[in-house]
């Protein structure tokens, strides 16, 4: 039991985390105004996405949670990456700071990378779940510089 209840709160909080970030920004979503490259998914593909990846976060804290292989440095890695990640949103559509946003997601990209090493040291899987979430987030990082570009063009 105990093993169920340290994943379902591993699991729930960055999902709880992103369902508030989703209703922070949803009256300020301009994505489908945007000039964006080729390759940038239909908006359904985001909530999608990343209700996987948060699923993916929290099983992979909750393994090294119920292994009691969290210290003071794995939660602190962990909570500013999740922090760094709801700003990020919040950065993009409701200020409109594309370049910021492209800066702030770079950062959490290197931070990703540090907490995958982080989690790797400790449990190879629960580092391993991560790298869909670095992955994703380059695609995204991506896709805020080409938008930044695309829409702030010398031409326009």
């Given at each position: 039991?105990?093993?169920?209840?340290?994943?379902?709160?591993?699991?729930?909080?960055?999902?709880?985390?992103?369902?508030?970030?989703?209703?922070?920004?949803?009256?300020?979503?301009?994505?489908?105004?945007?000039i964006?490259?080729?390759?940038?998914?239909?908006?359904?593909?985001?909530?999608?996405?990343?209700?996987?990846?948060?699923?993916?976060?929290?099983?992979?804290?909750?393994?090294?949670k119920?292994?009691?292989?969290?210290?003071?440095?794995?939660?602190?890695?962990?909570?500013?990456?999740?922090?760094?990640?709801?700003?990020?949103?919040?950065?993009?559509?409701?200020?409109?700071?594309?370049?910021?946003?492209?800066?702030?997601?770079?950062?959490?990209?290197?931070?990703?990378?540090?907490m995958?090493?982080?989690?790797?040291?400790?449990?190879?899987?629960?580092?391993?779940?991560?790298?869909?979430?670095?992955?994703?987030?380059?695609?995204?990082?991506?896709?805020?510089?080409?938008?930044?570009?695309l829409?702030?063009?010398?031409?326009?």
């Amino acid at each position: 039991m105990r093993k169920i209840i340290t994943f379902i709160k591993s699991v729930l909080f960055p999902v709880v985390v992103g369902l508030l970030v989703g209703i922070i920004i949803s009256d300020n979503m301009d994505y489908q105004y945007l000039i964006k490259p080729e390759i940038a998914p239909k908006p359904i593909v985001f909530p999608i996405v990343w209700i996987i990846l948060y699923v993916l976060m929290g099983v992979s804290y909750g393994i090294l949670k119920y292994q009691n292989m969290v210290d003071a440095k794995t939660n602190l890695i962990y909570n500013l990456q999740l922090a760094v990640n709801a700003l990020w949103p919040i950065i993009f559509f409701v200020l409109k700071w594309r370049l910021i946003a492209f800066i702030w997601i770079f950062i959490l990209a290197l931070i990703i990378v540090v907490m995958i090493d982080e989690f790797y040291s400790k449990n190879k899987i629960s580092g391993l779940l991560q790298f869909p979430y670095l992955i994703w987030t380059i695609f995204a990082a991506y896709l805020n510089i080409s938008i930044y570009l695309l829409n702030n063009s010398i031409a326009k």
